[in-house]
């Protein structure tokens, strides 16, 4: 959603290289939607069928897949949490150059997108195939740190 409303601001705004990044990042994060889905089936099948394994398979070669599947359960939200993230970026990087009257959905967006950024980073953390120092949950804080730090850069000042 914010995506898709960073999109209709710099369209409005006359702003074609802004609404085309918003809309490409629209584009990538519905298909992530999709892929987490996927990801997360396919983790909670590998998880409950761990001690199961193929008659020629290993024990290693189970874990193997197993860490595989989850490793993929991880990878997802982390992409989800860095496309947030340049959601946010995008939406303070041209909000002083879009139409007055929406300059507020621009906050709304930043904001918005760093909640996404949030979860996808939490979702990155619980994961079972990720351990502390993982490339993949320090990737997703950074990212939902850089998504905040964009929206706080926009929100009034109390």
């Known amino acids: 959603m914010a995506a898709a409303v960073t999109s209709k601001a710099a369209t409005v705004s006359e702003l074609p290289a ?9 584009t990538r994060l519905v298909a992530y939607a999709r892929d987490d889905a996927d990801a997360l089936l ?18 290693e070669r189970r874990d193997f897949r197993l860490g595989r599947t989850l490793n993929r359960a991880a ?30 959905d621009l906050v709304v967006c930043a904001t918005l997108a760093a909640a996404g950024a949030r979860a996808a980073a939490h979702l990155v953390e619980i994961n079972l195939g990720v351990g502390p120092g993982d490339a993949a949950a320090t ?20």
């Open 75 to 104: 990878a997802v939200p982390r992409a989800i949490a860095e496309s947030c993230a340049d959601v946010a970026m995008l939406a303070a990087a041209f909000h002083d150059r879009c139409e007055a009257d929406l300059q507020p």
């Open 139 to 158: 990737d997703a804080e950074a990212a939902a740190i850089a998504a905040s730090t964009a929206a706080a850069a926009l929100a009034p000042a109390d």
């Open 42 to 59: 396919a983790a909670r099948w590998a998880l409950q069928h761990a001690a199961l394994r193929l008659p020629e398979e290993t024990d």
């Open 18 to 26: 802004a609404a085309a990044q918003a809309d490409a990042l629209r």
